[in-house]
T-cell receptor, first 113, second 117 residues
Framework: ETGVTQTPRHLVMGMTNKKSLKCEQH?????MYWYKQSAKKPLELMFV???????ENNSVPSRFSPECPNSSHLFLHLHTLQPEDSALYLC????????????FGEGSRLTVL | AQTVTQSQPEMSVQEAETVTLSCTYD???????LFWYKQPPSRQMILVIR??????QNATENRFSVNFQKAAKSFSLKISDSQLGDAAMYFC??????????????FGQGTRLTINP
């Protein structure tokens, strides 16, 4: 347990559905991240929030919409996804500038039919 | 742009033996951080070891150590006395920049390590 909780752990959705992934960190960190993990590919950084402000959008399609209502919570709203969006979505948080360590959740496994 | 390459998609080792995972990276910066992360089958990724580029001494954490070759842009991970619990995906990562207090990590493709009893 690293203090970062993601829900749901598994999600199956159709291409016309709207769903959301939730991430909560209990570590008092001030930065949160969404990464996409696909098989045999490097982790892809999607979004970065620092002090609840989005500071990075790594050319992510608009069908992914992040939200950070406070420093402890991060959401990823999903709508009209494509089958190639099926992947493991990882949330992470960080605080300490000097150590550079990210603390990850267990991920949400998304399947788009 | 910085890139991280792990050329070994899969590795296996006998329990109690030593294994080395390879990583190379590309950067024009002189000061940066490198990391090895471990992702066990439960999928929660954790930090194994970090190396600061300005430090010449290789980092060590118990059975885990790195061979950092800055000129060659190489950063390998050595696991000594391998244990069954070491079985996982291992990711090499490079911290490319800070963004207003947050940080961008660039990850390699990962190496799946199997421990044979």
């Amino acid at each position: 347990e690293t203090g970062v909780t993601q829900t749901p752990r598994h999600l199956v959705m159709g291409m016309t559905n709207k769903k959301s992934l939730k991430c909560e960190q209990h570590l008092g960190h001030n930065a949160m991240y969404w990464y996409k993990q696909s098989a045999k590919k490097p982790l892809e950084l999607m979004f970065v929030y620092s002090l609840e402000e989005r500071v990075e959008n790594n050319s992510v399609p608009s069908r992914f919409s992040p939200e950070c209502p406070n420093s402890s919570h991060l959401f990823l709203h999903l709508h009209t996804l494509q089958p190639e969006d099926s992947a493991l979505y990882l949330c992470a948080s960080s605080q300490d500038r000097n150590t550079g360590e990210l603390f990850f959740g267990e991920g949400s496994r998304l399947t788009v039919l | 742009a910085q890139t991280v390459t792990q050329s070994q998609p899969e590795m296996s080792v006998q329990e109690a033996e030593t294994v080395t995972l390879s990583c190379t990276y590309d950067t024009s910066e002189s000061d940066y951080y490198l990391f090895w992360y471990k992702q066990p089958p439960s999928r929660q990724m954790i930090l194994v070891i970090r190396q600061e580029a300005y430090k010449q001494q290789n980092a060590t954490e118990n059975r885990f150590s790195v061979n950092f070759q800055k000129a060659a842009k190489s950063f390998s991970l050595k696991i000594s006395d391998s244990q069954l619990g070491d079985a996982a995906m291992y990711f090499c990562a490079y911290r490319s920049e800070w963004i207003q207090g947050a940080q961008k990590l660039v990850f390699g493709q990962g190496t799946r390590l199997t421990i044979n009893p």
